[in-house]
Every structure is written in C-alpha cells, then in structure tokens.
C-alpha cells in the first residue's frame, strides 16, 4: 500500500481562466485557490482542522487529526503541452504522524493517508467533477 493518494478530475467549478493576482505564490500564477478553499470547507464540515496557504509552485490544504496526524493536500491545475488553460486539476495527499530517531529523539514521519481523509476528498470530488482517475505522477 502506498503511502501517499493521489487523485485527478476535471471541473468547471473551479478558476483556471481568468487573471490571477500577482501577489499569490511568490509572483507564479497558479490557479487552484478556489479548489483550496474548497477542500479546506469540505474537511472543516467533516470535524476536522484544516486550512490553505499559497506555496511558490501552487496551492496546499494544511490539516490536523487529533494533536498528532498532519496532512496535507497539494493542487496543480495539469495544463497540457500547449499550456493552455485546462480544466484538469491533480491532488496530491500525504500524511504525517509522531516518530522516534534512535528511540528517543522526536520526529515527524510519513504514514499512509487515513482512510478518513481519502473519504472527505473522494466525496468532495465526486460532487463537482468528472473524468475522475488515479493520477500517477
């Protein structure tokens, strides 16, 4: 089993047309933030801590379970060749938990994605889009 999930669709439902402020991802104009905050909404209604950021490369959903798991959720919009605006977005998931260097030394370790998050997303997903597929990459 692997470690991480990841998830591709298409949907009209979120931006990735129109002019992007060029103060979000250090200048890069990335689509994605509506899909973020999205997401963001769809785990905070499920009872979990969430939240979104922009990065330089795109957008991350940042979440918590309990004290210990972290997860987070990051979203590309896939242009094709052309690098036309495209409809296709990709999720990328990974989770971390509490770990131990030699025994003793605290630190934070990636285990597989908990059901429960999969859940949230999977059923966000299915409600806004189609085409919906293992991504790969």
Do not use: C
Request: proline letters at 3%; zero cysteines.
């Amino acid at each position: 089993m692997s470690l991480r999930y990841a998830i591709k669709f298409k949907s009209e439902q979120f931006d990735f047309q129109s002019e992007l402020p060029e103060e979000y991802n250090a200048g890069n104009r990335f689509y994605g933030k509506d899909l973020a905050e999205y997401l963001t909404n769809s785990f905070l209604a499920s009872g979990l801590v969430a939240d979104f950021l922009d990065e330089d490369w795109g957008w991350l959903v940042l979440g918590l379970i309990g004290e210990d798991l972290h997860f987070d959720v990051a979203i590309y919009n896939l242009l094709d060749d052309s690098e036309q605006p495209s409809n296709e977005w990709g999720l990328w998931v990974h989770a971390y938990g509490k770990g131990k260097i030699l025994g003793f030394i605290p630190k934070r370790v990636e285990i597989a994605v908990p059901q429960f998050v999969v859940d949230v997303i999977n059923m966000a997903i299915k409600s806004v889009a189609y085409d919906i597929g293992d991504w790969d990459d």
